[in-house]
Every structure is written in structure tokens, then in C-alpha cells.
């Protein structure tokens, strides 16, 4: 009972802290823009929007803050492992996440028809990579602060605690928790899970940053553009994912077994 009541209280402090720093952010952003455009000629739509198009910016900021309080606290980062990976690691973990951005875009589209709500969300995500800023943010180094926030902080300071499945299950919770939304968190839950593994598979932070990157790359620009210019690329996408899904498993998995025989 008071390892459970330890755990609540420090994903609290954790969703609390980052819920301030990300609204700080977006607060004093908003202010600034308020200031520089002069205080007469700014409405609420305009605030809103200008927030709504550097979303990812502000998310960014917010991420940073967060990991340097981490940094800060000084035992959290200790947590994060960055070990080196291989070349055929990276080639499996690309193929992989290739297969996940497929599948799981076939996922958010059937959601999006239970929750048409969501496309309101999905346009902003959308508007949100038009600048190379924020394209850069959310391809690059989003994924970044999030791993060492989830899969190296969160997940780390779980595995010390609890077994490997819980501890794999609770982080990826809460990083779909940390998204906001039911349709974002139905699909980062199997995100994270996935970005989990590969952590455990690699060892490193580097691996799952590498999926991450991909996902958020393919999933927030190449795929999106290709079905919109060749709506064909959806169903040979589709079939691709399935060859490079069963191929990146065998591989990950024959090499995961061969790793533990010889540790």
C-alpha cells in the first residue's frame, strides 16, 4: 500500500509540474505576443490562433523546462541510459516504425469517425508543422525531451519498483495521459508501449528516440502528404508495413534472445 501511494504521489508531482510549465509557457508566449503587436490591435481569435500555430513551439519550451528541472533534481536523469546502438538495430527500428505510423493511422482514422470532435485537434497538429520551426520541434525535438521525460525518468524510476510489465504498462499511461485527449491517448498508449520495448531491446534512450523521431516525421508529414497526392500509396503502404512488420520482429526478437543467452 505505501509503494502504491508513493507511486501516485510522484506521477501527481510529475502531472502537476508539467501541467504549470506548460501553461506558464503558453501564458507569458501569449503576453509577449500581446506586447510586440501592441495591446489595442490584439482580439481573443487572434491570441488564440497565434497559440494554436506555434502549439508545438510552446509544447517544445515546455519540455525543455521540464527535462532541466530533472536535470536539476539531479537522481531523476540517472535514470536514462544512452548506449550506443547498432546499424542493424536502427535498420530494423526504421522498418518498425514505418509499420507502427502505418497501423496506427488506420487506428486514429476509425477513431476520428467515433470522435469527429477530434478533427478540430487534428487540424491544429496539422497548421501547427507549417513553419520550419515547429517542424523541427515536432520531428525532432519533441521526441527528444519526451523519451528522456518518459522512457528515461518515468519508466527508469518505475523499474526500479516494480516488475518489468507493470512498470512498462504505468508509463506508457501516463504518456497517453500527458496528450490530453482520448483519441491522442488511445494511440499513444500503443505508442509508448512500443517505444518501451525497443528502450528494453536496446538499452538505450537512442532507440527509442529513433522511433519516435520517425513516427512523428511520417506521421505528421510524409504519409499525409503521399495519400493526399496518390490515394493509391494507402493500400501499398499497407502492405509494405505488413512485410517490414514481420521482418523488424524476427529480427528484434531472434536478436533479443540472442543478447540474453550471451549477457
Known amino acids: 500500500m505505501k509503494k502504491a501511494l ?3 504521489g ?3 508531482v510529475l502531472f502537476i509540474v508539467y501541467v504549470l510549465i506548460n501553461f506558464s509557457v503558453g501564458t507569458i508566449i501569449g503576453l509577449a505576443y500581446i506586447i510586440i503587436d501592441g495591446v489595442g490591435s490584439i482580439n481573443s481569435m487572434a491570441i488564440d490562433d497565434f497559440i494554436k500555430n506555434n502549439v508545438y513551439i510552446i509544447s517544445l519550451i515546455a519540455d525543455i523546462i521540464f ?3 530533472l536535470f536539476i533534481k539531479g537522481g531523476s536523469i540517472k535514470e536514462c541510459k544512452f548506449n550506443k546502438i547498432n546499424k542493424k538495430d536502427c535498420l530494423y527500428i526504421s522498418l518498425l516504425s514505418f509499420s507502427l505510423t502505418v497501423f496506427l493511422g488506420i487506428v486514429v482514422a476509425v477513431l476520428m469517425q467515433i470522435f469527429p470532435s477530434y478533427n478540430e485537434v487534428a487540424k491544429t497538429i496539422s ?3 507549417d513553419t520550419i520551426y515547429s517542424l523541427v520541434s515536432v520531428v525532432i525535438l519533441i521526441p527528444i525531451c519526451e523519451e528522456i521525460i518518459f522512457r528515461g525518468v518515468i519508466f527508469g524510476y518505475l523499474k526500479k519498483r516494480y ?3 507493470v512498470s512498462l504498462i504505468i508509463q506508457s499511461l501516463v504518456f497517453a495521459f500527458m496528450h490530453g485527449n482520448i483519441v491522442q491517448g488511445i494511440y499513444t ?5 512500443v517505444l518501451g520495448i525497443i528502450y528494453i531491446y536496446t538499452n538505450s ?6 522511433m519516435h523521431i520517425i513516427y512523428n516525421l511520417l506521421g505528421s508529414v510524409v504519409l499525409s502528404k503521399l495519400y493526399g497526392a496518390f490515394p493509391i500509396s494507402v493500400y501499398i503502404c499497407m502492405i509494405l508495413a505488413i512485410i517490414c512488420v514481420i521482418y523488424s520482429i524476427k529480427k528484434i526478437k531472434n536478436n533479443f534472445k540472442y543478447r540474453i543467452k550471451n549477457s
Open 189 to 193: 498508449f500503443i505508442l509508448g508501449l
Open 10 to 12: 510522484f506521477l501527481i
Open 127 to 129: 497548421s501547427g508543422t
Open 205 to 210: 534512450l537512442y532507440g527509442s528516440m529513433l
Open 67 to 69: 527535462v532541466i528541472c
Open 6 to 8: 508513493k507511486l501516485i
Open 163 to 165: 516488475n518489468l510489465v
